[in-house]
């Protein structure tokens, strides 16, 4: 059972807006602003998408936006492709101990 | 431009030990954190542990203490994730990843990811 609770899939057509939800704790998402977003196309390694909440590393479309509000950090990807297609976690900072934990995954769908 | 080069798949049986290389390139590897994370297959990501080249700090996670040594030879760029007392439940994809950003110890943004290795654990 992961420490991070995402939904296992979203779904939406073309050029629609979808969220994914990322739930934690007050002692990761909720205490830190040091959440990720990974992109993970079948077969392939993880692509980091977004970190410190909302910041995305260069060469990252502005399509894809995070937000964060008490202990649920968001990711939304708008004007979907269907390249979008993949898995996408969630991550957060967790203290010294724990350092990074991670969501289960949500499995995005173009329809 | 930057690179993580992983060592080959490995088949290991129960109670054995495994050590995965990972060779940098395309920038200064005292520079950035190295993470190891693995994925078991059709599951999700699990963090290991980290390493900071520049400092010799590591972190690992209390499922892996104990079991699990991480260490570097700066003069060859590269990154060893060692594993101890192998059980079936360790078959996994083992990636390592760089951090994302120069001289943070501790980075928790991991950016350049390795092609990751296949570990299995079969008697």
């Known amino acids: 059972q992961s420490a991070l609770t995402q939904p296992p899939s979203v779904s939406g057509s073309p050029g629609q807006s979808v969220t994914i939800s990322c739930i934690g704790t007050?002692?990761?998402?909720?205490?830190?602003?040091?959440v990720c977003w990974y992109r993970q196309p079948p077969g392939t390694a993880p692509k980091l998408i977004i970190f410190e909440v909302n910041n995305r590393p260069s060469g990252v479309p502005d399509r894809f936006s995070g937000s964060k509000s008490g202990n649920t950090a968001y990711l939304t990807i708008s004007g979907l492709q269907t390249d979008d297609e993949a898995d996408y976690y969630c991550?957060?900072?967790?203290?010294?101990?724990?350092?990074?934990?991670f969501g289960g995954g949500t499995r995005v769908t173009v329809l | 431009q930057v690179q993580l080069e992983q060592s080959g798949a490995e088949v290991k049986k129960p109670g054995a030990s495994v050590k995965v290389s990972c060779k940098a390139s395309?920038?200064?590897?005292?520079?950035?954190?190295i993470n190891w994370v693995r994925q078991a297959t059709g599951q999700g990501l699990e963090w290991m542990g980290w390493m900071d080249p520049n400092r010799g700090k590591t972190g690992y996670g209390q499922m892996f203490q104990g079991r699990l040594t991480l260490t570097t030879n700066a003069s060859i760029s590269t990154a060893y994730m060692e594993l101890n007392s192998l059980r079936s439940e360790d078959t996994a994809v083992y990636y390592c990843?760089?951090?994302?950003?120069?001289?943070?110890?501790?980075?928790?943004?991991?950016?350049?990811w390795g092609q990751g290795t296949v570990v299995t654990i079969s008697s």
């Open positions: 007050s002692s990761d998402v909720g205490h830190y602003n040091r």
């Open positions: 395309g920038y200064r590897f005292a520079n950035y954190d």
């Open positions: 991550a957060s900072y967790a203290g010294d101990i724990n350092f990074v934990v």
């Open positions: 990843v760089r951090g994302l950003r120069f001289l943070i110890g501790g980075d928790d943004a991991f950016h350049v």
